[in-house]
């Protein structure tokens, strides 16, 4: 059985940055695309970052240039660099595959962006 762990997130100003982890048990890591989403208050989840097998990356254009996604499939854990935070980046996010799996979902962690 696939469990997928958030961690990592936190308080921090604008401006600041985080990384959060998500640390994948089972057999499914190194053969599939891990994601990060995240949901804020009253809006429905949303994709914000993807890394494939092979490590190519694509993000929401809203994090473009400020978020880095990077995986390391010998620990099956994917990582995500979140600089330059913004009040809008806040958030509980989740990792899971892409696309995901109802199963699959974690309790996610929480990034507040806030002074």
């Known amino acids: 059985q696939v469990q997928l762990v958030e961690s990592g997130g936190g308080l921090v100003q604008p401006g600041g940055s985080l990384r959060l982890s998500c640390a994948a048990s089972?057999?499914?890591?190194?053969?599939?695309?891990m994601a990060w989403y995240r949901q804020a208050p009253g809006k429905q989840r949303e994709l914000v970052a993807f890394i494939t097998r092979v490590s190519s990356t694509n993000y929401a254009d809203s994090v473009k240039g400020r978020f880095t996604l990077s995986r390391d499939n010998a620990k099956n854990t994917v990582y995500l660099q979140m600089n330059n935070l913004k009040p809008e980046d806040t958030a509980v996010y989740y990792c899971?595959?892409?696309?995901?799996?109802?199963?699959?979902w974690g309790q996610g962690t929480q990034v507040t962006v806030s002074s």
């Open positions: 899971n595959t892409l696309p995901f799996q109802r199963d699959y």
């Open positions: 089972g057999t499914i890591f190194d053969i599939t695309t």
